[in-house]
């Protein structure tokens, strides 16, 4: 096992990991700049599809942090990848945000937020634009049988003030109503970090993931066969790894007690 402080590729979640909502944490910049300076690379991974990668570089530049398109994969850009391939001469129904809809166009699917007779395909991805129009949409669709694709399995978001639902949530409610679940393509998947490190000229025994959920985060490197850190700045405690079969290479408080041990002469 290559050891921490010679890792070369670091896969990172975004918010609870880096920073929560607008507010950078502290020591991120520290820890970003490390990377760099001993000719690593950092790349983010989030599976959150509710902002387009130039959403993502915009915020991430308000908050200082250097980031271009290549330096991310998304769930939204692992979901086109997988409906290129699966669903693409299908009529597919974007439940989700502009910022979705936009980065599914881009991989040349046929899609449409309108109910439609002939569509065969519903997609849904975390909804900061939710009305109740699409989830009834959702369930007369459901209904006709059609696949059924989410970005991702995540039960809530974190912000400044707490929580607010995400995918895997929604995706139970229309569980409650429809009986049917989604399959998932975002972490706990491997194919986000598959998709990162193929991008890259480092190895996975090089590479490392970072993150504050057990259940996405961590079991998605643990699923892709690389080491992982769970950062207690989020969603998970010490008590939820006790839950799980499965546990992370390391633990860290926070991105400034990772940058204090790695900067350790």
């Excluded at 290129?84 to 910022?99: E, R």
Aim: net charge negative; with cysteine.
């Amino acid at each position: 096992m290559v050891e921490l402080r010679d890792k070369k590729l670091f896969l990172l979640d975004m918010d609870g990991t880096i920073y929560l909502g607008d507010s950078i944490f502290d020591g991120t910049l520290d820890f970003l700049n490390w990377v760099v300076d001993n000719g690593g690379r950092y790349m983010f991974l989030t599976n959150n599809s509710s902002k387009s990668v130039d959403k993502y570089i915009n915020k991430l530049t308000k908050m200082g942090i250097k980031a271009t398109k290549a330096d991310f994969t998304t769930s939204a850009q692992a979901t086109g990848l997988y409906l290129q391939k699966h669903n693409a001469d299908d009529k597919i129904y974007v439940f989700g945000t502009n910022s979705l809809k936009e980065e599914l166009a881009l991989y040349g699917l046929n899609i449409t937020d309108k109910l439609e007779d002939d569509i065969t395909c519903l997609v849904m991805g975390f909804d900061t634009e939710l009305t109740f129009q699409k989830l009834e949409d959702a369930c007369i669709l459901l209904g006709r049988d059609v696949d059924y694709i989410a970005t991702n399995p995540d039960w809530v978001c974190p912000t400044e003030y707490g929580y607010v639902p995400d995918c895997g949530s929604v995706s139970e409610m229309l569980y409650n109503a429809t009986k049917r679940r989604p399959k998932f393509i975002g972490k706990p998947e491997a194919t986000m970090i598959d998709l990162a490190v193929e991008k890259t000229e480092f190895t996975k025994d090089q590479s490392i993931l970072l993150g504050d959920r057990m259940y996405t985060d961590i079991r998605s490197g643990y699923n892709a066969g690389i080491d992982t850190m769970l950062m207690l700045s989020g969603e998970s405690t010490l008590d939820d790894v006790k839950e799980f079969d499965f546990d992370p290479t390391y633990i860290y408080k926070n991105v400034r007690e990772l940058y204090n041990y790695l900067s350790q002469k």
